[in-house]
Every structure is written in structure tokens, then in C-alpha cells.
């Protein structure tokens, strides 16, 4: 390594974006340093859908048969359609990755490139500073990485409509069907599906209110609330909702980036980039963030281990230089561009479908939908190529 920098190459966020980016690049035999601002690994929310895509994405990163065994197969079109436990999926790529890649307590606050060497710096909340040659964000909706490209914070927008997510456990088993279940009731939807035969997971999306800023860290609060929103509902959802677990219950507002924000937009400046929520935060309306994230990551690595050497001749002695890096990224952003797209199109578009009470702005939004999305499994029969 060069004596100017302190590390190769920097990935900033320990989520699921984040691990699978080190995972992959691991698997590719370059190494990486993971920058988390937590004190710990952890994972945010309660589960993640992931579908055929996602799945060949976490066999590319070698962790797909240890998942399967944490979830059961949803009857599905899908080839594959099964509901992780984020905590299951973090801490699967965590222990697969090596001792001492992620360092926690690290909060990054901005990122500079240097005038001299081109290579980026990074602002940590302690006042120190870290030198790299390639820096990863992955640090989220709220992406201080992003704004590097002008994608800040207050340029993101909220959706209307807010979600509660949660898990309810039935210690002698449930009865539900191994099936994606959806309810709705006026403008409040609720979504089932199981994890495993004792352990279901669901989320409800209704209207955001203004009570939402004052009891989203309370979860007592947060299932009272769901409760009056779902007032008519059958019974066993009721059921499942008063009992749910309160160490897991969370509500969030929904942010995105307006789509066409992803056309206009390069991505890449000098040796840093972003991948997964920080590039394409959407809503969860067509369940694609997580795995379209994991798909950001391998191409990523694949990428950078096509510039950086043949595999036939890698030594550990190999490093990264910043026209391989700068290339690398190049490649990367155009192969997911189009891709986050139409995925980031497609969910802004139901999104919207839901924030409106008009009819009119509904028929011509589900008229487009039809349009450009006759098959309703389109985005998982994609496939992000091998690592």
C-alpha cells in the first residue's frame, strides 16, 4: 500500500449494501475496509423480501444456502420467493467476511478530494481524517457520500404514505398459508407473509399523519396507532397486529429520488461512487431495494477485478490505481443505470397510485403501469451476471 494513504479502498456503511459490497469484493480477493457510524453491526427494519434475483445475487456471494435454511419458500410466479430476517442476512455476510474488515465508532461526515493526488479524504466525526484511494458509499438514504455528486439530503422527497413493519411470533406455530398476502381497507394496506412456521412478517402503509414525527420511536404508540388505522380488518390480522413484537416495530416515512435523477447523474467522481440506497433510494412498493442493492455490489466487484488484474494472475501484492478505479466505476454505472431505473420508476409509479385519492391521476398511472410493465415478474427474471 502507498505510505500517503491510510486504506485501499473505503466502503462507508455497514448495511446490507454495504457487507455485500466488502463480500463481494472479499470473493474477488481484494481488499476492503468497512467505515460503520454504529457501535455495532446492526440491522435496520424487520425483514427483507427477496425474490429470484435476489436469490442468484446471494449465491454469487456464496451465503444463498446458509439463507434458505433461516426462511421457507413463498408460493410465488417467482422461481424464488422467500422473507429473511435482516439480522439473519447482515450477520451471515458479516461472519463471512475477514477479521477486522469492519470498524465501527466510524462516523463519516463528508468526503474531499485531495488537490494534489486526486485521491478522496474522509471528514470523520472525531476530527480525524482518513486517506484513501477508492471510496464506496453505501451509507444509506441519507447518504453523506451522495452529496459529493448533489444528490443531498434535501433533495430527497417523501411519498405520502408511511410504512410500520414487524414481526409476530406464534410460539405453537400459525396457520397461515406459505403465501404473500395483501388486505387493504380504504388507503390502509397490510401485507403478510411467514418467515418461518412460527414466525410471520408484515407491514402496513396508510396515509402518513401528522401524530407520525411524535411516536415513531415508541413502539406501544406506533401499534396503537396501527390498530385504530385498521379498524374493520379481519380478525387474525387484528390478532397478529396486537400481538406483534415490540422490540421489532418500526415506522418510517418513505423517501425517494425522483427517477430521472438516476438519468442525469454519472455517479462517479474521480475514485468515489455509490451503490444501493444511496444512489436509488425507493420505496418498498415492488420489494427490490435490498436485492437491487446486493446486485449493485457484484457488479461493482466485478468490475473493478476485471480492471485491476486477471484472476489467473492476481498476487496479493496486486493494488488499485486510479485510472483502474475510475474505469471500473465507469463500467459499473452504466450496467446498473437503466437497471435502477425502471426499478426506481415502477416503484415510484405504485407509490404514487397510492398517495392519490384521484381517480383520474389512478386510471392514468395503472395505464402507464400496464404499458411498460405487462409482466409483473419482470425485474425478477434479471440476472446480474457472476461475481
Not at 474488515?101 to 485521491?119: A, G, M, Y
Not at 477508492?134 to 444528490?151: E, K, P, T, W
Not at 406483534?244 to 447523474?265: A, G
Not at 489467473?312 to 454505472?333: G, P
Request: aromatic share 8%; with cysteine.
Amino acid at each position: 500500500m502507498d505510505t500517503d494513504v491510510d486504506a485501499e479502498i473505503v466502503i462507508v456503511g455497514a448495511g446490507i449494501c454495504g457487507l455485500a459490497t466488502a463480500l463481494a469484493l472479499h470473493r474477488k480477493r481484494i481488499k476492503s475496509v468497512v467505515l460503520e457510524r454504529s457501535e455495532t453491526v446492526r440491522a435496520t427494519g424487520a425483514a427483507i423480501i427477496v425474490q429470484a434475483n435476489g436469490w442468484r445475487a446471494l449465491d454469487e456471494l456464496g451465503i444463498g444456502s446458509t439463507l434458505r435454511e433461516t426462511a421457507i419458500q413463498i408460493h410465488s410466479v417467482n422461481k424464488e420467493f422467500r422473507c429473511l430476517k435482516r439480522t439473519d442476512l447482515v450477520k451471515v455476510m458479516a461472519d463471512n467476511l475477514p477479521t477486522g474488515t469492519i470498524r465501527t465508532n466510524c462516523q463519516v461526515l463528508s468526503v474531499e478530494l485531495d488537490p494534489v493526488t486526486k485521491f478522496p479524504h474522509l471528514m470523520l466525526s472525531n476530527g480525524s481524517v482518513l486517506r484513501a484511494k477508492v471510496v464506496i458509499g453505501c451509507d444509506g438514504v441519507n447518504s453523506a457520500i451522495a452529496s459529493m455528486f448533489g444528490l443531498h439530503r434535501t433533495t430527497l422527497r417523501l411519498f405520502s404514505t408511511s410504512v410500520a413493519r414487524g414481526f409476530t411470533n406464534y410460539p405453537n406455530g400459525h396457520k397461515f398459508s406459505s403465501e404473500f398476502v395483501m388486505m387493504s381497507k380504504g388507503q390502509v394496506q397490510l401485507g403478510r407473509l411467514p418467515v418461518t412456521d412460527k414466525l410471520v412478517y408484515w407491514f402496513v402503509t396508510r396515509l402518513r399523519t401528522s401524530k407520525d414525527s411524535k411516536i415513531w420511536k415508541d413502539p406501544v404508540l406506533i401499534r396503537q396507532s396501527l390498530m385504530e388505522s385498521m379498524k374493520g380488518f379481519p380478525a387474525e390480522a387484528m390478532e397478529m397486529m396486537r400481538n406483534s413484537k415490540l422490540s421489532f416495530l418500526h415506522l418510517t416515512e418513505l423517501k425517494y429520488r425522483p427517477p430521472w435523477d438516476l438519468l442525469f447523474n454519472n455517479f462517479r467522481k474521480g475514485t468515489v461512487t455509490i451503490a444501493g440506497d444511496a444512489m436509488h433510494p425507493t420505496g418498498p412498493f415492488v420489494a427490490q431495494g435490498g436485492s437491487a442493492s446486493i446486485e449493485d455490489a457484484i457488479v461493482l466487484a466485478r468490475c473493478l477485478a476485471q480492471k485491476m488484474f486477471d484472476d489467473k494472475n492476481k498476487t496479493e501484492e496486486t493494488t488499485i490505481n486510479s485510472a483502474m478505479a475510475e474505469e471500473a466505476f465507469d463500467q459499473y454505472v452504466k450496467e446498473r443505470k437503466m437497471r435502477n431505473f425502471w426499478l426506481s420508476f415502477h416503484s415510484f409509479l405504485v407509490g404514487k397510485k397510492l398517495d392519490t385519492t384521484s381517480s383520474i391521476i389512478r386510471f392514468i398511472i395503472l395505464a402507464i403501469m400496464s404499458t411498460l410493465f405487462r409482466d409483473p415478474d419482470w425485474h425478477s427474471r434479471y440476472h446480474c451476471g457472476n461475481l
